[in-house]
């Protein structure tokens, strides 16, 4: 198939909460949507999920524009795809976050075009018809974590994902654990416990987590190493594994028991499949994360989930958690607490084109030469 013209939208949706962790708060989400149009007419989409700031990893959102624009978009007008992985021939993960949104994209519209689901072109193997949605709570107080539990508990949700920090997320958790013995339950530092606190995280031991997620500010796997022999809880890694050496280098230590993985930050489904082979030789958890998304990447990690061994329900719910209008149709639901997942061609949802030019602060178009619009200019 070859791609005849791009369409690179650039998005800032208002979350209906602000969003707190201990590095960063977000009241509104910014991404890149890539629409690519073969020559028969089929269309494809894909996200790039980076952030304005590196606070979750070094590539930044402007970063990623730039390097779409300026490089991967156009090489993209000059090859000929008989298989979507073929793209990292020519890609590098020097942006690991707009390769994964233009390899996306392609494999997108290559399963519209096969008339086939995302996951029979990628993965061959059975998979779930539905899968648990798990609620990720930021960093709130104790009365606003209690309430948002009960609430989420009488829904039907069986999994929760709790941000913390050092100064009160031991006695958070414990709160939790004292109010709900039996909740699935796992705790997210995003890197900000010293190897001084050791202690705090020992503590936290005691609680019956799931796991425990990217406790220290340092990247020193030997760190994970000791704290992962000294704990039974286990340590699970999220940005700390950018590529396949990483992770290969993590499991040689022993520094993590499980692996929380992301189709964005690890540079498309293409690197993801071989994180999960590689997690499957070694007998290590994976799961499926999330990156406070839209839905056309919050609905491919939904299809990643559904792979039968996945280790817990992943850091999915659905689209008005987040946003009052998505960008796909339908939007992701949950039923007592179970997403159902999509089983048409591609991502098996469609686009709403309207929803991305009302959210678009501007887009631009790739057909040979690259031109800008903005957000009143669309054809």
Not at 194 to 218: M, R, Y
Not at 333 to 346: D, E, F, N, Y
């Amino acid at each position: 198939m070859w791609v005849k013209s791009i369409k690179l939208f650039h998005l800032r949706m208002p979350l209906k909460f602000t969003f707190k962790t201990s590095q960063t708060s977000l009241n509104q989400r910014e991404s890149l949507i890539i629409k690519v149009t073969d020559e028969l007419g089929n269309a494809g989409y894909g996200e790039v999920v980076a952030f304005n700031e590196p606070f979750y990893t070094k590539e930044t959102l402007p970063a990623s524009k730039q390097v779409l624009i300026n490089r991967l978009l156009p090489r993209l007008l000059q090859q000929e795809v008989k298989q979507p992985f073929e793209v990292h021939q020519w890609m590098d993960l020097t942006h690991p976050m707009a390769t994964a949104g233009l390899e996306n994209a392609v494999i997108d519209l290559y399963a519209r075009r096969q008339r086939q689901s995302i996951m029979n072109v990628v993965f061959h193997e059975e998979t779930c018809n539905e899968i648990y949605a798990g609620i990720v709570l930021g960093d709130l107080d104790n009365q606003s974590l209690l309430t948002q539990i009960e609430a989420y508990v009488n829904e039907g949700y069986i999994r929760f994902k709790i941000k913390i920090k050092p100064e009160d997320g031991y006695a958070k958790l414990k709160l939790i654990r004292e109010n709900y013995p039996d909740l699935m339950l796992l705790a997210d530092a995003n890197n900000s416990f010293t190897l001084k606190q050791v202690q705090a995280l020992q503590n936290i031991d005691e609680l019956g987590l799931l796991c425990l997620e990217e406790p220290f500010t340092s990247g020193d796997l030997s760190a994970y190493q000791k704290l992962q022999a000294q704990i039974k809880t286990p340590i699970c890694m999220d940005e700390s594994i950018q590529t396949m050496e990483d992770l290969r280098a993590a499991i040689e230590l022993k520094a993590c028991q499980a692996v929380n993985i992301k189709a964005g930050r690890v540079g498309g489904i293409y690197y993801v499949k071989q994180m999960i082979d590689l997690c499957r030789r070694h007998n290590i958890h994976y799961w499926i994360g999330s990156m406070l998304e839209s839905g056309i990447s919050k609905i491919l990690h939904v299809h990643l989930a559904s792979l039968k061994d996945n280790y817990i329900p992943g850091d999915l719910s659905p689209s008005r958690r987040y946003f009052a209008r998505d960008i796909i149709q339908p939007e992701i639901t949950a039923r007592h607490g179970l997403i159902q997942v999509p089983k048409g061609p591609g991502l098996g949802v469609e686009i709403d084109e309207e929803a991305l030019k009302y959210f678009a602060i501007d887009h631009s178009i790739i057909d040979g030469g690259t031109r800008f619009g903005a957000k009143h200019e669309f054809d």
